[in-house]
């Protein structure tokens, strides 16, 4: 995405605009495919599953402030060829 590119709204749950809004309609319509639409991917059913992104994303943060190392020293972003991929690296 670039900057003059607008990013669809928060997939909050399955309702009406992904829950995002009741309005009837949205500057940047959202998601609604088979594999990645709001119906199927969402912050309600990913707090439903322990299992999910949402939850080890959560631990990470919680294991961030438990050992204040995690947040030391430098910090990089390395450019792979993939742009779909973000990475860092902390030294």
Do not use: C
Not at 42 to 52: C, G, L, T
């Amino acid at each position: 995405m670039t900057e003059t590119e607008s990013a669809p709204p928060m997939q909050w749950d399955s309702s009406k605009n992904a829950g995002f809004s009741d309005a009837d309609k949205l500057y940047e319509a959202v998601i609604d495919d088979e594999v990645y639409g709001y119906q199927h991917i969402n912050v309600a059913q990913q707090q439903a599953d322990p299992n999910s992104l949402w939850y080890a994303i959560r631990h990470m943060l919680i294991v961030r402030k438990q050992y204040k190392v995690f947040g030391r020293g430098s910090f990089e972003f390395v450019l792979p060829e993939n742009e779909g991929v973000l990475a860092y690296r902390r030294v």
